[in-house]
């Protein structure tokens, strides 16, 4: 537990407001903090922590974000990723580029608009998010989809094992016994790739 000085960036305006806070402070507290003090205005979805790039969790506390003195976070309404948000986006003049979806906008009026980056940093990382959920679930499938054809191949080489130790237990039990066995393995071995759950 430790008093550390950090810097919270306006969705809006960019306005910065240092305050020191005890890093075993949640990020869920902290937003009702920057509510209570008015420094945000009220916003129905609520709003999201960020710190270089990465979202920080409701239930994590600073401490638990990596959140050190000196370091700055950037507050965007909560939004999934294309969503519109109630609130405009403005520059630093003051001219709304948007509300969440911004069309005929110059590279320049986003560059100049703390809370167009923002909500770009913040639709970034839930993309990214989302990318990696898929990329997990297609490496899963990837490594089911093998483990069966490999499941298959063994079912089918076991079968011709198997019936090659039948047909031997009439002439040669002392053969037919441990080519049974074989096969009874990759029978084994076959159900437990078909049905094991992902390592990962």
Partial sequence: MADIEVSFVHPEHGRIMAVTLDDSMTVTEAVGELLANSFLPPHPSGYDLSKSGNILRGEQTFAEAGVTAGSSIHIFPTTEAGGEVSTPVRNSKGRILGKGRFKNVKIADLQDSPQAISLMVHDYNVLQKRFETLAK???????????????????????????????????????????????????ALALYLTFRKSSS
């Fill in 137 to 187: 679930e297609l490496n899963d499938e990837r490594s089911k989809s093998q483990s069966r054809f490999t499941a298959t191949l063994l079912l089918l080489v076991s079968q011709f094992v198997l019936s090659i130790g039948a047909n031997l237990l009439t002439s040669n039990r002392a053969i037919a016994i441990p080519v049974l066995i074989a096969g009874g393995c990759q029978v």
